[in-house]
């Protein structure tokens, strides 16, 4: 019992010593979300939170805009221009 007991602990000290790191704390700001309307033609500031100095990247259709976090943690990219592509 004390033999399995010892490898469930060991499993999970490394469990959290491996995974933890690559887990992140991004949240962007409530206004943008699922079904969010963005202006066309005009470049779109997006902000948020995340963790001190990570990588953050906004995808939208085929543009990929990338920043890193400040040591607040505050973030923010600028989409560029998008034509209109709605329903």
Do not use: Y
Request: proline content about 6%.
């Amino acid at each position: 019992m004390n033999r399995r007991l010892l490898i469930f602990f060991l499993t999970i000290g490394v469990f959290i010593t491996f995974v933890h790191p690559v887990l992140s704390n991004v949240i962007l700001c409530p206004l943008f979300g699922d079904g969010a309307v963005l202006q066309r033609d005009a470049k779109i500031p997006v902000w948020g939170t995340a963790s001190n100095r990570e990588r953050i990247t906004v995808r939208i259709d085929k543009t990929v805009v990338s920043s890193i976090a400040n040591e607040n943690g505050e973030c923010q990219v600028i989409l560029p221009e998008h034509k209109a592509d709605g329903p």
